[in-house]
T-cell receptor, first 114, second 113 residues
Framework: KAGVTQTPRYLIKTRGQQVTLSCSPI?????VSWYQQTPGQGLQFLFE???????NKGNFPGRFSGRQFSNSRSEMNVSTLELGDSALYLC?????????????FGPGTRLTVL | QKEVEQDPGPLSVPEGAIVSLNCTYS??????FMWYRQYSRKGPELLMY????GNKEDGRFTAQVDKSSKYISLFIRDSQPSDSATYLC?????????????FGKGTKLSVIP
Protein backbone atom coordinates (compact mmCIF):
# COMPACT_ATOMS: atom_id res chain seq x y z
CA LYS A 1 0.00 0.00 0.00
CA ALA A 2 1.50 3.33 -1.00
CA GLY A 3 2.13 5.81 1.79
CA VAL A 4 1.31 9.48 2.01
CA THR A 5 3.03 11.50 -0.68
CA GLN A 6 3.77 15.20 -0.64
CA THR A 7 4.92 17.42 -3.46
CA PRO A 8 7.17 19.22 -3.87
CA ARG A 9 9.71 17.99 -1.33
CA TYR A 10 11.67 21.24 -1.31
CA LEU A 11 10.64 24.77 -2.17
CA ILE A 12 12.33 28.16 -2.04
CA LYS A 13 10.22 31.30 -2.20
CA THR A 14 10.67 34.99 -1.42
CA ARG A 15 8.74 37.14 1.00
CA GLY A 16 5.36 38.25 -0.28
CA GLN A 17 4.93 35.35 -2.67
CA GLN A 18 2.35 32.63 -2.25
CA VAL A 19 2.83 28.88 -2.29
CA THR A 20 0.69 25.78 -2.77
CA LEU A 21 1.65 22.41 -1.33
CA SER A 22 0.05 19.12 -2.28
CA CYS A 23 -0.71 15.96 -0.32
CA SER A 24 -1.98 12.61 -1.59
CA PRO A 25 -3.31 10.46 1.25
CA ILE A 26 -3.25 6.70 1.58
CA UNK A 27 -5.94 5.12 -0.57
CA UNK A 28 -9.21 4.91 1.35
CA UNK A 29 -8.29 7.57 3.90
CA UNK A 30 -10.77 10.43 4.04
CA UNK A 31 -9.07 12.63 6.61
CA VAL A 32 -6.06 14.81 5.83
CA SER A 33 -4.39 16.99 8.45
CA TRP A 34 -1.67 19.57 7.92
CA TYR A 35 1.08 20.49 10.37
CA GLN A 36 3.91 23.00 10.52
CA GLN A 37 7.18 21.88 12.13
CA THR A 38 9.89 24.35 13.18
CA PRO A 39 12.82 24.01 15.60
CA GLY A 40 11.41 26.75 17.80
CA GLN A 41 7.73 25.81 18.00
CA GLY A 42 7.85 22.09 17.24
CA LEU A 43 4.96 20.40 15.46
CA GLN A 44 1.84 22.55 15.30
CA PHE A 45 -1.56 21.61 13.94
CA LEU A 46 -2.81 23.74 11.06
CA PHE A 47 -6.13 22.18 10.01
CA GLU A 48 -7.89 18.95 9.14
CA UNK A 49 -10.10 18.15 6.19
CA UNK A 50 -12.58 15.32 6.04
CA UNK A 51 -14.73 14.58 3.00
CA UNK A 52 -13.88 17.96 1.44
CA UNK A 53 -14.86 19.93 4.57
CA UNK A 54 -12.56 21.65 7.02
CA UNK A 55 -13.42 19.94 10.27
CA ASN A 56 -10.88 21.37 12.67
CA LYS A 57 -8.51 24.31 12.68
CA GLY A 58 -5.44 25.29 14.66
CA ASN A 59 -4.33 28.73 15.69
CA PHE A 60 -2.79 30.08 12.50
CA PRO A 61 -3.56 33.30 10.61
CA GLY A 62 -5.90 33.37 7.65
CA ARG A 63 -2.93 33.42 5.26
CA PHE A 64 -2.88 29.68 5.74
CA SER A 65 -5.70 27.92 3.93
CA GLY A 66 -6.42 24.56 2.46
CA ARG A 67 -8.86 22.47 0.56
CA GLN A 68 -9.63 18.85 -0.14
CA PHE A 69 -10.83 17.33 -3.36
CA SER A 70 -13.34 14.57 -3.92
CA ASN A 71 -10.50 12.02 -4.28
CA SER A 72 -9.27 13.08 -0.79
CA ARG A 73 -6.15 14.75 -2.15
CA SER A 74 -5.48 17.99 -0.33
CA GLU A 75 -3.68 21.24 -0.99
CA MET A 76 -2.42 23.83 1.42
CA ASN A 77 -1.88 27.44 0.41
CA VAL A 78 0.12 30.13 2.16
CA SER A 79 -0.30 33.66 0.85
CA THR A 80 1.94 36.66 1.41
CA LEU A 81 4.84 34.57 2.69
CA GLU A 82 6.84 35.77 5.69
CA LEU A 83 10.34 34.71 6.76
CA GLY A 84 8.79 32.96 9.75
CA ASP A 85 6.86 30.65 7.44
CA SER A 86 10.08 28.76 6.71
CA ALA A 87 9.34 25.29 8.05
CA LEU A 88 8.72 21.65 7.28
CA TYR A 89 5.08 21.22 6.33
CA LEU A 90 3.73 17.78 7.00
CA CYS A 91 0.47 16.22 6.04
CA UNK A 92 -1.02 13.15 7.64
CA UNK A 93 -3.87 10.95 6.54
CA UNK A 94 -6.15 8.67 8.50
CA UNK A 95 -9.30 6.69 7.88
CA UNK A 96 -11.61 8.95 9.85
CA UNK A 97 -9.38 11.49 11.58
CA UNK A 98 -7.56 11.92 14.88
CA UNK A 99 -7.50 11.39 17.75
CA UNK A 100 -9.32 8.07 17.54
CA UNK A 101 -7.66 6.95 14.32
CA UNK A 102 -3.98 6.51 13.61
CA UNK A 103 -2.42 9.18 11.43
CA UNK A 104 0.18 8.35 8.81
CA PHE A 105 2.55 11.17 8.00
CA GLY A 106 4.13 12.03 4.70
CA PRO A 107 7.82 13.01 4.38
CA GLY A 108 6.98 16.71 4.34
CA THR A 109 7.70 19.71 2.16
CA ARG A 110 10.63 21.84 3.26
CA LEU A 111 9.73 25.47 2.57
CA THR A 112 12.40 28.15 2.73
CA VAL A 113 11.33 31.80 2.54
CA LEU A 114 14.09 34.27 1.62
CA GLN B 1 3.30 27.76 30.64
CA LYS B 2 2.98 25.72 27.44
CA GLU B 3 0.31 23.04 27.41
CA VAL B 4 2.83 20.25 26.76
CA GLU B 5 6.43 20.33 27.97
CA GLN B 6 9.09 17.96 26.73
CA ASP B 7 12.83 18.09 27.40
CA PRO B 8 14.49 18.52 23.98
CA GLY B 9 17.66 16.71 25.04
CA PRO B 10 19.78 15.65 23.29
CA LEU B 11 19.90 12.36 25.13
CA SER B 12 22.79 10.00 24.46
CA VAL B 13 22.84 6.44 25.83
CA PRO B 14 24.90 3.29 25.21
CA GLU B 15 23.38 0.40 23.30
CA GLY B 16 21.35 -1.87 25.59
CA ALA B 17 20.42 0.86 28.05
CA ILE B 18 16.90 1.55 29.25
CA VAL B 19 15.70 4.91 27.97
CA SER B 20 13.10 7.03 29.73
CA LEU B 21 11.38 9.85 27.84
CA ASN B 22 8.86 12.11 29.53
CA CYS B 23 6.30 14.83 28.96
CA THR B 24 4.26 16.93 31.33
CA TYR B 25 1.06 18.72 30.50
CA SER B 26 -1.22 21.29 32.04
CA UNK B 27 -4.61 20.64 30.39
CA UNK B 28 -6.55 18.10 32.42
CA UNK B 29 -8.98 17.61 29.50
CA UNK B 30 -6.46 15.55 27.54
CA UNK B 31 -7.71 11.99 27.11
CA UNK B 32 -5.57 10.60 24.30
CA PHE B 33 -1.82 10.19 24.67
CA MET B 34 0.57 9.26 21.90
CA TRP B 35 4.25 8.82 21.23
CA TYR B 36 5.69 9.35 17.78
CA ARG B 37 9.18 8.59 16.47
CA GLN B 38 10.68 10.79 13.77
CA TYR B 39 13.82 9.86 11.90
CA SER B 40 15.83 12.57 10.18
CA ARG B 41 14.21 13.78 6.96
CA LYS B 42 11.11 11.67 7.57
CA GLY B 43 7.61 12.30 8.88
CA PRO B 44 6.66 11.12 12.39
CA GLU B 45 5.35 7.58 12.83
CA LEU B 46 3.05 6.47 15.62
CA LEU B 47 4.73 4.27 18.23
CA MET B 48 2.25 4.05 21.08
CA TYR B 49 -1.33 5.18 21.67
CA UNK B 50 -3.07 5.22 25.04
CA UNK B 51 -6.54 6.33 25.97
CA UNK B 52 -6.88 7.63 29.54
CA UNK B 53 -4.52 6.36 32.27
CA GLY B 54 -2.42 3.27 32.69
CA ASN B 55 0.38 1.37 31.03
CA LYS B 56 0.69 -0.10 27.59
CA GLU B 57 3.45 -2.39 26.39
CA ASP B 58 4.51 -3.22 22.85
CA GLY B 59 7.70 -5.18 22.48
CA ARG B 60 10.57 -3.13 23.85
CA PHE B 61 8.36 -0.07 24.32
CA THR B 62 6.20 0.78 27.33
CA ALA B 63 4.01 3.86 27.60
CA GLN B 64 2.77 5.12 30.94
CA VAL B 65 0.15 7.75 31.65
CA ASP B 66 -0.34 9.29 35.08
CA LYS B 67 -3.28 11.69 34.78
CA SER B 68 -3.17 12.65 38.44
CA SER B 69 0.36 14.01 37.97
CA LYS B 70 -0.23 15.11 34.35
CA TYR B 71 2.84 13.14 33.33
CA ILE B 72 3.46 10.62 30.58
CA SER B 73 6.49 8.45 29.89
CA LEU B 74 7.90 6.22 27.20
CA PHE B 75 10.39 3.53 28.18
CA ILE B 76 12.61 1.79 25.66
CA ARG B 77 14.25 -1.42 26.86
CA ASP B 78 17.42 -2.85 25.33
CA SER B 79 17.89 0.27 23.23
CA GLN B 80 19.37 -0.19 19.76
CA PRO B 81 21.24 2.22 17.44
CA SER B 82 18.17 2.05 15.18
CA ASP B 83 16.20 3.73 17.99
CA SER B 84 18.22 6.91 17.38
CA ALA B 85 15.56 9.44 16.41
CA THR B 86 13.49 12.29 17.77
CA TYR B 87 10.59 11.20 19.99
CA LEU B 88 7.49 13.36 20.15
CA CYS B 89 4.72 13.11 22.68
CA UNK B 90 1.23 14.18 21.62
CA UNK B 91 -2.02 14.64 23.48
CA UNK B 92 -5.58 15.28 22.49
CA UNK B 93 -9.08 15.78 23.73
CA UNK B 94 -12.24 15.71 21.72
CA UNK B 95 -15.77 16.88 22.11
CA UNK B 96 -18.67 18.42 20.23
CA UNK B 97 -17.32 17.13 16.92
CA UNK B 98 -13.92 18.76 17.21
CA UNK B 99 -10.64 18.03 18.93
CA UNK B 100 -7.41 19.63 19.95
CA UNK B 101 -4.16 17.83 19.26
CA UNK B 102 -0.96 19.19 20.82
CA PHE B 103 2.59 17.93 20.38
CA GLY B 104 5.66 18.27 22.56
CA LYS B 105 8.74 19.70 20.85
CA GLY B 106 10.47 16.33 20.82
CA THR B 107 13.49 14.71 22.50
CA LYS B 108 16.43 13.80 20.30
CA LEU B 109 17.83 10.39 21.26
CA SER B 110 21.15 8.89 20.19
CA VAL B 111 21.96 5.27 21.00
CA ILE B 112 25.70 4.70 20.79
CA PRO B 113 26.90 1.23 19.66
Amino acid sequence: KAGVTQTPRYLIKTRGQQVTLSCSPISGHRSVSWYQQTPGQGLQFLFEYFSETQRNKGNFPGRFSGRQFSNSRSEMNVSTLELGDSALYLCASSLAGPPNNEQFFGPGTRLTVL
Amino acid sequence: QKEVEQDPGPLSVPEGAIVSLNCTYSNSAFQYFMWYRQYSRKGPELLMYTYSSGNKEDGRFTAQVDKSSKYISLFIRDSQPSDSATYLCAMAYSGAGSYQLTFGKGTKLSVIP
